[in-house]
């Protein structure tokens, strides 16, 4: 089978990828490493070397309550943008582009600091999660936002948002939202 497109270049208008080769998001545990950013980088260009021409990171919280766990990846100040650069950077470097995937754990984050739209707990989870307000759901919202405008501080000029699913899905669904 012949897959003339695949390995021909593609003009997304903002940018054009070498190629139609895609690596999707995948949490490698590298994050929550002292050295994990020189880790990911090197992971990452190594992929971008061999031809994938879009990587999508691994997820990233927008703020403490999305950690996947304790110590978990956040990029929500400037402070956090080098950490982020060192990957973006050794990512370009190879002749490819990054994405980064903005993750919200909701109520499967392994750490007590955790929210979601009700406070119930989920079955795979020891802690139960603080029932968000309507005007902390706001600030989520820009939280989201926050990530990724940091995110371009970082060099990362796209996005790919997967905690609403993860929070704001739960409140269509009885097994995971329960309204006063």
């Known amino acids: 089978m012949s897959y003339p497109s695949l390995f021909a270049p593609l003009d997304l208008g903002f940018t054009t990828l070498k190629n139609r080769v895609l690596m999707g998001s995948m949490h490698t545990g590298l994050e929550e490493y002292p050295d994990g950013a020189e880790r990911l980088a090197a992971f990452y260009a190594e992929r971008a070397r061999h031809g994938v021409a879009l990587i999508v990171s691994g ?22 943008i080098p950490h982020h650069r060192t990957i ?20 499967y984050s392994y750490q007590p600091h955790l929210v979601a739209p009700s406070a119930l707990q989920a079955p795979i989870n020891r802690f139960v999660p603080h029932e968000l307000s309507h005007e902390e759901i706001l600030q989520l919202i820009d939280n989201f936002a926050r990530c990724a405008q940091t995110g371009a501080g970082g060099r990362i000029r796209r996005c790919r948002g997967d905690g609403f699913r993860r929070v704001f899905d739960q409140r269509i669904s009885d097994a995971a939202h329960q309204s006063a």
């Open 88 to 107: 973006t950077e050794a990512v370009h470097q190879e002749g490819g582009k990054i994405a980064l995937q903005i993750l919200h754990t909701g109520r």
């Open 59 to 80: 997820g990233i919280a927008p703020d403490l309550t999305g950690v996947g766990m304790e110590g978990g990846a956040m990029l929500n100040d400037a402070s956090q």
